[in-house]
């Protein structure tokens, strides 16, 4: 088979040509390792990644990680990558012994144990079947309001600033902390980057159980009662597109299904609990096979699964684009089939409208062109069948993919973007008169539609220039009065030009016109240059009545007034601090998923490698009792 190397030849000499500069510059650290053995398998781990890896980490593709930060991520994690990962494809003509003698070169060390984490003594008792204190899931509740009722929080506008760290807890083997936490009756569950779900206590942090899901758990959990169990159940999606299902007393496997019908089918948005079922949302990282020339470029469909929460067996299947890829009996200049209709994948989680029966999910790009009449579209489905009731496209004409990046590369469609995805949830919002469904894009437009029109447009404002990471990115926040708009704005590529406008916008939910808008302000000062310190504002967000949390891609973590939008309260997370096992957390940005409420805690994941955010691996939990052991650590820095 042809590599991506010998492909990239053909494409750009230019560009091949500096990619051997590069890697000629990085062989001479592959000679002072200092035994045979160990020159031995760098030798051999320099020709794996000159062959396999080396066309897109060595600085080409603004959004994988560059090679020399492979050497932070540790060897289980890179391995974790190309067998479970987005690198399954890339990893795909390697045998199981290449895979770790590239994970161990890149890492520089051998395959390590993982280091341990600080058990609890005390073994967990019986859990509370409710806690009205808890955000389910995601969105917090089923219309994705992502608000936390302020006398529950215990937050208010005369405490936020008493509100300190109490600790923080360093995910193992991760570079990037993204699975939003749920706490339930004292205790916080989370998924991580290695694919192991914590069940950690809210007071001291130490972990009452852990559950290894395999694949990395991106999403939030969900947690729910089933009829036959006394326990609540925790629900989450891996990367390979599994569910489980496990007992919350002691992470014990309930059920585990399969939902993907892609080879290339992944889960990133929470899945949601509704009612005796499971609602999965699928993507893909197709998007990043898309890159290898020798592909047949592209067949996968976002989609929803619906399975039966008692028992994992699928209820229905329903894709965003109605018809299975064919053939388009054109190929590409390698001589790769083209397929499609393809792409539209959904890393939202779904609202539910119990009223009316259905649900709504945002959709991404289409990955082929023509794009799918239903990409960058919201789209209704009945909650019972899956049969689709209306789709509303957004932004017709997105297509694009991984391939694109690499130069003139051969499964770029002609349209090559601009990859305007409608990533946030969508927020299902009740006025006095009537409902809105409230829908924030990556290009900065913010939309309300009507539920009962076939989302016909009732009002539009465009809030933010839009680019790679939005424009609105993972998740707008409502509370009664207003509709809370995080902008990103990055400037992390050059591809987005015009003036913009980072930080929290509060909007009119009935309108659209804005209230207030508060700019993020950079605080990158100190902080790694490479990759970027940005000021956007990608995270998703968490209000109160009275406040609004929100993080931004420099590690700062922000309260504000909801009313004048003035900061009331902050912090950095950037940096190292001590995990409760001794160990160090490292802070990064904050990026992806939100700030969690619950009864005078703030909850927040700080570090993210993708994409030029900085990376991380702490889980930080803030109290209005901090810790006076860390506020001392905190403040000799
Ligand atoms: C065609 C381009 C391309 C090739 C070839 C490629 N990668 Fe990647 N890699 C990427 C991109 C893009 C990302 C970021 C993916 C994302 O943002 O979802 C990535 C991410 C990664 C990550 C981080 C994964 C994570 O979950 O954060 C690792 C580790 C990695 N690649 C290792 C490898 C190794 C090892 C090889 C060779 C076997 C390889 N890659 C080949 C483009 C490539």
Redesign the pocket.
Known sequence: MTT?IDMMCRISPILAAVVFMQLANAAPSSTVMPSDTVIEASVDGLG??QA??A???DGQ?P???HMIT?ST?GAD??LN??NN???RA??SA?SATEREV??SF?AGEAMAPPKPILACADPLGALANSDAAAMQGWGGNAANHRHSDGTLAGLDRNNVDQLGLKWVFAYPGAL?ARSQPLVHDGVVFVGS?SGTIYALDLDSGCAHWTYSAGA?VRSSLSLGQLPDRDDPVLYMGDFSAIVHAIDASDGSLVWRASVGDHTDATITGSPKLHDGALYVPLSS?EW?TA??PGYACCTFRGGVVSVDAASGELNWRTHVIDEPAVETGETNPFGADRKGPAGAPVWNSPTIDAERGVLYVGTGEGYTSPAADTSDAVLAFSLATGERQWAKQLLGGDAWN?AC??GEAANCPEEDGPDLDIGASTVLWSGAARDYLLVGQKSGDVYALDPDKGGAIVWHNKVGRGGFLGGVHWGMSANGDSLFVPIADTTITGRFTGPISPGIHALDPTSGEVRWYTPSVADCDGKSPIPVCDQGMSAAITSTDQLVFAGSLDGNLNAYDSLSGEVVWSFDTFGEFESVSGDTALGGSIESDGPVLYKGHVLVNSGY???ARMPGNALMVFSLQPSADLAQSVADE
Do not use: K, W
Request: proline content about 2%; some cysteine.
């Open positions: 991506v794996l990644y396999h890896c066309a897109c980490h593709v959004r994988a990680p492979f991520i994690t890179i990558a190309m990962g987005v690198m890339q990893a390697l590239l994970a890149l990037r980057q990395e990282s990043a890159a290898d991984m990046f690499i490698q993708f994409g």
